[in-house]
């Protein structure tokens, strides 16, 4: 099978991306579009009839299949490059009469820059078929908990009522929101034929462009039924499924695959930010949610009644590592005149994003039991409710100043509440809703407590109720992401 270690740390290596970015496997891309440009040099006449004959299936297999390792070999022995490298052993696989047009009239970032948005491509279609499993299970999560109240939390702090299931729809929607920028970023990615300085040279030159036209207005005077490109590079792409870059230098403008990476960056930090979540929420003081333990597993080398969050923590710890490869992107967004080979050694580490990516998604879909790893957290209602009550009616006090305005309170409702009612409340262990009566009492102002609708004082005394738009907002996420897959099945 040769290598097929993935860019990034020996420890993470998921096996959906060896295909595409295993080691042995990187020159697999460049061999398809060689492939391609001989193709069509024979489409317009460049290459005779009887010559291209000799490039059959058994061919193209011997030149897929050259691997990156004895590539390598060629380059450090010989040619000290690797095009020509890939070059001298692909023509060792073809009969003579073709050989010599292999290459033929590509500059070295022709084909690896092409060769690499196709390896995205196809990399991206391991990352969203996970991501859409991912999804699903979210989508059951909101619905299981769409009703289960939940204290919600700002600056580490008590805030407000919220549901669970609103919390995982606030990481659901973002998900959403994060694959569908992958997917059209991934759409957009392009190749490019179009020479050492990409001003199609030796296309224009010696004459290729002339005859793709004449191939191109054949084609379309036999109504082929689809738009056909409108020059020798959009043909040699077209094979490939590639659109063409606007315009190029030696290399490919380097925003297409920035974005897509980018939107890979967005995707994992979402994945970063539930383990963050999920982490905190695992907290001994806490401890509203649990990873599922499974058997022989140990939680420390030391201490036997822990149980850490390993999952979450990867979660986490994967985004930031992430974080620091799109660095690298960055660093690739210039070079010197058309081209320099500065990028170049940076670049081969940027599959590494998705790596990370994939890792992040295997360890949410990581089964036992048949049941993924999102499906098999747990949460303790009971932690729920002592977490939820911890503070009383306390985490009301946003309605009940908000009421008091409303009921003809003259003065400034919140600073009645901060500062006298909560104070109160908190020295003589009575309610706030108490304490809020007696500081109207202090200023005779009972009558804007009678004021009150009967409906809202029922509401602030029960803060469970006071939960917003939390379930509906939960559900209404869920059914988008529901609409999404189904949109994605019938694709």
């Known amino acids: 099978m040769g290598n097929l270690s993935l860019p990034g740390n020996p420890r993470y290596q998921p096996k959906d991306l060896q295909p595409v970015f295993g080691y042995d496997n990187l020159f697999r891309t460049v061999a398809e579009v060689e492939i391609a440009t001989m193709k069509t040099l024979a489409e317009i006449g460049v290459i005779a009839e009887a010559d291209i004959a000799s490039l059959t299936s058994a061919v193209e297999q011997e030149l897929l299949t050259i691997s990156t390792t004895d590539v390598d070999d060629v380059e450090r022995k010989v040619t000290k490059h690797d095009i020509r490298a890939w070059v001298r052993i692909a023509q060792s696989k073809m009969d003579p009469i073709l050989r010599r047009w292999i290459h033929v009239p590509l500059t070295s970032y022709d084909a690896l820059d092409t060769a690499r948005a196709l390896q995205f491509v196809r990399g991206h279609e391991v990352v969203k078929r996970l991501t859409d499993k991912v999804i699903g299970h979210f989508i059951e999560e909101v619905n299981l908990f769409a009703l289960q109240p939940q204290i919600g939390r700002t600056h580490g702090q008590h805030a407000l009522p919220i549901t669970v299931g609103f919390w995982f729809a606030t990481i659901l929607s973002r998900i959403l929101t994060d694959i569908q920028s992958a997917s059209s970023a991934a759409d957009k990615l392009v190749g490019k034929i179009s020479g050492a300085v990409g001003a199609y040279n030796a296309q224009i030159g010696l004459g290729f462009e002339k005859l793709a036209k004449l191939a191109i207005n054949k084609e379309q005077g036999e109504e082929i039924g689809y738009t056909v490109p409108q020059?020798?590079?959009?043909?040699?792409?077209?094979?490939?499924?590639l659109k063409a870059a606007p315009i190029s230098t030696q290399i490919l403008p380097p925003e297409p695959l920035a974005d897509y990476l980018f939107s890979c960056i967005k995707l994992?930090?979402?994945?970063?930010?539930?383990?963050?979540?999920?982490?905190?929420?695992?907290?001994?003081?806490?401890?509203?949610?649990?990873?599922?333990?499974?058997?022989?597993?140990?939680?420390?080398?030391?201490?036997?009644?822990?149980?850490?969050?390993?999952?979450?923590?990867?979660l986490e710890g994967t985004w930031k590592k992430n974080k620091i490869e799109f660095g690298k992107v960055l660093e690739c967004m210039t070079s010197e005149h058309q081209?320099?080979?500065?990028?170049?050694?940076?670049?081969?580490?940027?599959?590494?994003?998705?790596?990370?990516?994939?890792?992040?998604?295997?360890?949410?879909?990581?089964?036992?039991?048949?049941?993924?790893f999102i499906s098999r957290i747990s949460l303790d209602e009971v932690a729920l409710?002592?977490?939820?009550?911890?503070?009383?009616?306390?985490?009301?006090?946003?309605?009940?100043?908000?009421?008091?305005?409303?009921?003809?309170?003259?003065?400034?409702?919140h600073e009645l509440v901060n500062h006298i009612a909560i104070p109160h409340s908190r020295q003589n262990g009575v309610s706030l809703l108490n304490a809020t009566q007696w500081a109207l009492q202090q200023e005779s102002a009972d009558q804007v407590w009678s004021n009150i609708p009967p409906e809202m004082l029922?509401?602030?005394y029960r803060p469970e109720n006071y939960t917003g738009a939390a379930t509906a907002k939960a559900r209404e996420v869920a059914d988008s992401a529901e609409?999404?897959?189904?949109?994605?099945?019938?694709?």
Not at 231 to 241: A, D, K, N, Q, S
Not at 347 to 372: A, Y
Not at 394 to 399: C, D, G, V, Y
Not at 483 to 491: E, H, V
Request: net charge neutral.
């Open 458 to 460: 029922f509401m602030l």
């Open 231 to 241: 020059t020798f590079e959009g043909l040699v792409l077209r094979r490939l499924g």
């Open 483 to 491: 609409a999404y897959l189904k949109s994605q099945s019938t694709r």
């Open 385 to 413: 409710k002592r977490n939820f009550e911890a503070q009383g009616d306390t985490i009301l006090a946003e309605p009940i100043y908000i009421a008091l305005q409303m009921a003809g309170y003259n003065g400034d409702a």
């Open 339 to 372: 081209r320099d080979l500065v990028g170049s050694p940076i670049m081969r580490d940027f599959p590494t994003i998705v790596v990370n990516l994939v890792s992040q998604l295997n360890t949410l879909l990581r089964e036992v039991g048949g049941k993924p």
């Open 268 to 314: 994992s930090a979402v994945f970063g930010q539930f383990g963050l979540d999920g982490r905190n929420l695992m907290r001994t003081e806490i401890a509203e949610l649990g990873e599922p333990f499974e058997k022989g597993q140990v939680g420390s080398s030391t201490m036997a009644h822990k149980r850490n969050p390993i999952n979450f923590e990867n």
